[in-house]
């Protein structure tokens, strides 16, 4: 594979920004190389400044459910350009895609839209906080909610990926009110809860966890979180910036039929432009400003042109059919995946939910980051290697999830197996 353009604009990227990259995973740290630098995609393929191209299951880290560049958004987001991409005053397209996202998820009453993910936490934490006026949160090791201070300990994503345990310039008085419990271990939840419940303002999950692979929820993880802070006035929060509109319209809470108090979206909701949202109850959002004094501001929140490609991309989710067609897609890469495995005599730990698809190569079973952790992530790096030379683009981490788009076919799929069969064998 020819990958001098890449190499050449990799070392100059080294120049200006650090490590060459504006996000951490990006730069391959973990499986080794250089990152590849992209010139375009469409649909599910991705085509590098040297030429090669790939089918795509990283598609920018999950927003991309209609896969790159889909026609509608495309020229939906053209023409909004065209009459201005920021007022800095409301606009009719922002109601817009707020009222589909309340009538999309059944916590949301009122969403605030913001511009990333990070955004979306950072705001409803700090709703959460005030509503309860109480300090302490509680999260789970392995879930990653974005880079904000007290939401660095134990998380997922390049954390997990560079092994970073904590993040040195976040204060320890800050990550004093950070409780974390193991993914799925509802024992040590409770235990934390009966001790720090005077102090708890909510316990936050990623329903199904997206940033240590793909790590479903055991069946009784979620009804127990809802009764146990209901029980104590704990808020509970799902962090769906991953799940949001991937595993089912109304997100994982109506995937499994539990109701949590706020929710944060992004990544699909903008369609791939920056988008994230949190919203909850009626009596939660009114504190924020300005009918409430939880301040809480942007710019550039909810610009015409972010806000266009969400709406167009939820639209595009609303025809029949959309989401059966990609959990029958994932499963069919899920399963090619540990048919090859099997053949190969290699142990791997396969995990899905609808279209997030996780292999983890340890023989399981994976419930946690602990056991995430287990996996032979130099067998990842050499994995991930052949699989880009056969023409296909995983997260350059074990510890991420692999996403499809309503873009894959059935034969990218088989092209994907049979890449996988030959890079597997001898590994
Ligand atoms: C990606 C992600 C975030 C952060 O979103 P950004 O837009 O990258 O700030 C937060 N929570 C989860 C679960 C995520 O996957």
Redesign the pocket.
Same mark, same amino acid.
């Given at each position: 594979m020819k990958t001098t353009a890449s190499k050449r604009l990799f070392s100059e990227a080294q120049q200006y920004i650090p490590g060459g990259v504006n996000s951490p995973v990006r730069a391959f740290r973990s499986v080794g190389g250089q990152p590849l630098f992209i010139k375009r995609a469409k649909g599910c393929r991705l085509y590098d400044v040297d030429g090669n191209s790939f089918i795509d299951y990283v598609l920018s880290?999950?927003p991309l459910i209609l896969g790159h560049a889909p026609a509608s958004v495309v020229k939906a987001v053209m023409q909004a350009a065209l009459k201005g991409t920021s007022f800095g005053a409301p606009t009719e397209l922002e109601v817009r895609l707020a009222r589909m996202i309340v009538e999309a998820v059944p916590s949301i009453k009122e969403a605030r839209l913001v511009s &990333? %993910?990070?955004?979306a *936490?950072m705001s409803a934490i700090r709703l959460a906080r005030a509503y309860t006026n109480r300090d302490a949160i509680l999260k789970f090791e392995g879930?990653? #909610?974005? #880079?904000s201070d007290y939401l660095l300990a134990k998380a997922g &994503?390049g954390l997990a990926t560079l092994g970073l345990p904590d993040c040195p310039g976040v204060p320890a008085d800050f990550t004093r009110h950070t409780l974390t419990a193991p993914y799925n271990d509802i024992k040590t939840v409770q235990r934390l809860i009966q001790r720090h419940h005077r102090n708890l303002a909510c316990v936050i999950v990623?329903p199904i966890a %997206?940033?240590m692979g793909v790590v479903p929820p055991a069946a009784e993880f979620l009804p127990a979180l809802r009764e146990l802070t209901r029980e104590h006035g704990v808020l509970l929060i799902f962090?769906e *910036?991953?799940t949001g509109f991937r595993v089912h319209y109304g997100g994982a809470q109506s995937l499994y039929g539990v109701t949590p108090d706020l929710t944060?979206l992004?990544?699909i909701i903008g369609g791939g432009l920056?988008v994230?949202a949190y919203g909850g109850a009626r009596q939660i959002m009114r504190l924020v400003a300005p009918v409430g004094p939880v301040y809480q501001a942007g710019t550039l929140s909810g610009n015409p042109l972010a806000v266009t490609a969400g709406i167009k991309t939820l639209e595009a989710l609303q025809a029949p059919g959309v989401y059966q067609k990609l959990d029958a897609r994932a499963a069919e890469l899920s399963e090619g995946l540990g048919a090859a495995a099997k053949k190969a005599g290699i142990p791997l730990t396969r995990t899905r939910v609808g279209s997030m698809v996780g292999a983890f190569f340890t023989k399981g079973p994976v419930v946690d980051f602990a056991s995430a952790k287990q996996s032979n992530t130099q067998a990842y790096a050499k994995f991930f290697h052949r699989m880009l030379e056969k023409g296909v683009y995983l997260a350059p981490s074990q510890f991420e999830t692999a996403f499809l788009s309503t873009a894959h076919t059935a034969s990218d799929i088989a092209h994907t197996i049979k890449g996988a069969r030959a890079a597997l064998r001898n590994l």
């Open positions: 880290w999950g &990333s %993910g990070t955004e *936490v879930c990653y #909610h974005g #880079h &994503s990623e %997206g940033n962090d *910036v991953i944060c992004g990544k920056p994230g």
